[in-house]
């Protein structure tokens, strides 16, 4: 069974820098991870023009592209799946799964701060570990990637047993 995280914030809080940070030093370490970012906005993988893209535009709710470069699927369907469903399509091999946003999921998180936030403007969301922020700020616990990735690799990596994971 994989280790889950969650890392959170508002938009432009640093989510993103840290989440690639985190992928960096657990990597380097020969750890597999896999990443589920959750997207608030109506985004979309599909590059206009090519033929995913007129796929999509034609109405099909699903969409997967093997390439040289992977696999990606694109799902159209206004349903979201559960966090769980999402995590039960990685490989079965993910040592580590981060997941970038996804406030309401009950795994462990991180919030990020941004100078604006308050940390009470995340009492709603459940299972949060530790508050950071990439600059100071008054209810920040850790600041800056270097503090907020030594925490993870002290407080989660090390009570983690990978060796039954591995290959």
């Known amino acids: 069974m994989a280790l889950t995280f969650q890392i959170i914030g508002y938009k432009k809080s640093g989510k993103t820098r840290i ?4 992928v960096r030093q657990l990597s380097a370490q020969q750890l597999r991870v ?3 970012k959750h997207d608030a906005h109506a ?6 023009g090519t033929d995913t893209a007129r796929f999509s535009d034609a109405g099909a709710q699903a969409v997967l ?3 040289a470069n992977g696999t990606f699927y694109h799902q159209t369907t206004p349903q979201m799946p559960p966090v769980s469903a999402l995590i039960a399509q990685l490989p079965a091999t993910t040592d580590v799964i981060l997941l970038e946003g996804f406030k309401q999921a009950d795994y462990p998180k991180l919030v990020l701060l941004r100078p604006e936030d308050c940390a009470t403007d995340f009492a709603a ?5 530790v508050f950071a922020s990439l600059t100071a ?3 920040a616990t850790l600041i800056g990637v270097p503090a907020i990735c030594d925490w993870f690799q002290q407080h989660y990596l090390t009570d983690f047993n990978f060796k039954e994971t591995k290959d």
Request: proline share 12%.
């Open 19 to 22: 989440t690639t940070a985190l």
């Open 34 to 36: 896999g990443v589920l």
């Open 43 to 48: 985004s979309s993988m599909d590059v206009p």
């Open 65 to 67: 592209l093997q390439s």
């Open 125 to 129: 969301y459940p299972n949060i570990q």
């Open 137 to 139: 700020h008054p209810d």
